[in-house]
């Protein structure tokens, strides 16, 4: 059975510093999506990282992963409070296209 | 634009009662998913659905049904509602193929309280 891992769950930071939410995962998967959620919305796709060693950037944002060490990361570069949100990450399960979500980080951006 | 929509996206019902909450979409994708998000346990797949006349269950699916007739909706049905299915629901869809764009999308999200 898959199981996602996210850590931190709680990240309070100040504005202008870095940060990295960690992923975990239990079973093989090249298949890792980001997702950003505000206060009583939807999800939003962030990132798709589809293969061992993908890295991709938007903004201040940027995801990786490693696929070997069952591992994504999300990297924070120079915070703003617009970056105030929980941010998701989902593994496709074996190919299957069904995704499981770690349970959050929910992060907050202090001026 | 391509889009995906829930109905209604706030429901009060009373425990025993049948709900179905509507989910339609238009990018013409073939897979679609319902999902319900609860504090302190993220998002939890209920039901999926690969195409037209395919369902399956998801981790958590006990008390849920959904049907698939066409390619745009995926109602999901609360046989008799239960307090513990105060939540969340989100249905995505997306599409095959594993490519860069690939990825699943997201509704607005149908908030519920069984009383």
């Known amino acids: 059975e898959l199981k996602v891992e996210q850590n931190p769950l709680f990240l309070s930071m100040q504005e202008g510093k870095n940060y990295t939410i960690y992923c975990n995962y239990s079973t093989t998967s090249d298949r890792l999506y980001w997702y950003r959620q505000d206060p009583g919305k939807s999800l939003e796709s962030l990132f798709v990282l589809l293969s061992n060693g993908a890295v991709k950037q938007e903004g201040r944002l940027m995801a990786s992963l490693d696929t070997k060490a069952r591992l994504s990361t999300l990297h924070i570069t120079a915070a703003v409070h617009d970056l105030s949100a929980t941010y998701f990450c989902a593994v496709d399960e074996g190919g299957s296209e069904k995704l499981v979500f770690g349970k959050g980080t929910k992060l907050t951006v202090n001026p | 634009d391509a889009e995906i929509t829930q109905s209604p996206r706030h429901k009060i019902t009373e425990t025993g009662r049948q709900v179905t909450l509507a989910c339609h979409q238009t990018w013409n994708h073939n897979n679609m998913f319902w999902y319900r998000q609860d504090l302190g346990h993220g998002l939890r797949l209920i039901h999926y659905?690969?195409?037209?006349?395919?369902?399956n269950k998801g981790e958590v699916s006990d008390g849920y049904s959904v049907s698939r007739s066409n390619t745009e909706d995926l109602p999901l049905t609360l046989e008799s509602a239960a307090s513990s299915q105060t939540s969340v629901y989100f249905c995505a869809s997306s599409e095959s193929g594993g490519t860069d764009q690939e990825t699943q999308y997201f509704g607005p999200g149908t908030r519920l309280l069984v009383l």
């Open positions: 659905s690969y195409g037209v006349q395919d369902t």
